[in-house]
T-cell receptor, first 109, second 113 residues
Framework: GQNIDQPTEMTATEGAIVQINCTYQ??????LFWYQQHAGEAPTFLSY??LDGLEEKGRFSSFLSRSKGYSYLLLKELQMKDSASYLC??????????WGAGTKLIIKP | DTEVTQTPKHLVMGMTNKKSLKCEQH?????MYWYKQKAKKPPELMFV???????INESVPSRFSPECPNSSLLNLHLHALQPEDSALYLC????????????FGPGTRLTVL
């Protein structure tokens, strides 16, 4: 079967760094996404990794290891507005997105 | 331009009403998607259009009827919905090749009374 695992909830402090992990087992792989979603709003695109390695975009970085079926999203210099759910999703061989259940990130002052 | 627009933003309808959700994109993407999302759950795929043809229908009830009039527009026609159909309905597009990213519209919050 197809499966994506990520932690249900994480808590971090404003100004700190947090890493959200995602492991996947899918039928085929055409890339991995990270989305941010605030309650009641649509997912916002953060990153897309198709090759191994680290992609950095400002305060957010995303890492992929295809051999390990593993990715992480790294958020630096956390701000209160970063409190949201973070969704990991994989394009399978048919270009259907397989979603993780999302990680709710709580930022405390 | 990486914008996908959806109208209306909010919709309240009775179980006997007929309404439509609209989605528009001008990125030249040839794949367009409808998703349904319930609170605290990931999006759930409903339909995929590829080059204006329906390519995937994830066993969605017939009270939801998609339509793709042209490469920029995607509609979702609603009829005789149930209260459990209340959800956030998301439109998304996908580029091709180096631009395989999936972009989401802002969604329509649907409430069925």
């Amino acid at each position: 079967g197809q499966n994506i695992d990520q932690p249900t909830e994480m808590t971090a402090t404003e100004g700190a760094i947090v890493q959200i992990n995602c492991t996947y087992q899918t039928s085929g792989f055409n890339g991995l996404f990270w989305y941010q979603q605030h309650a009641g709003e649509a997912p916002t695109f953060l990153s897309y990794n198709v090759l191994d390695g680290l992609e950095e975009k400002g305060r957010f970085s995303s890492f992929l290891s295809r051999s390990k079926g593993y990715s992480y999203l790294l958020l630096k210099e956390l701000q209160m507005k970063d409190s949201a759910s973070y969704l990991c999703a994989v394009w399978d061989s048919n270009y259907q997105l397989i979603w993780g259940a999302g990680t709710k990130l709580i930022i405390k002052p | 331009d990486t914008e996908v627009t959806q109208t209306p933003k909010h919709l309240v309808m009775g179980m006997t009403n007929k309404k439509s959700l609209k989605c528009e994109q001008h990125m030249g993407h040839r794949a367009m998607y409808w998703y349904k999302q319930k609170a605290k759950k990931p999006p759930e795929l409903m339909f995929v259009y590829s080059y204006e043809k329906l390519s995937i229908n994830e066993s969605v009830p017939s009270r939801f009827s998609p339509e793709c009039p042209n490469s920029s527009l995607l509609n979702l026609h609603l009829h005789a919905l149930q209260p459990e159909d209340s959800a956030l309905y998301l439109c998304a597009t996908k580029g091709s090749g180096d631009t395989d990213t999936q972009y989401f519209g802002p969604g329509t919050r649907l409430t069925v009374l």
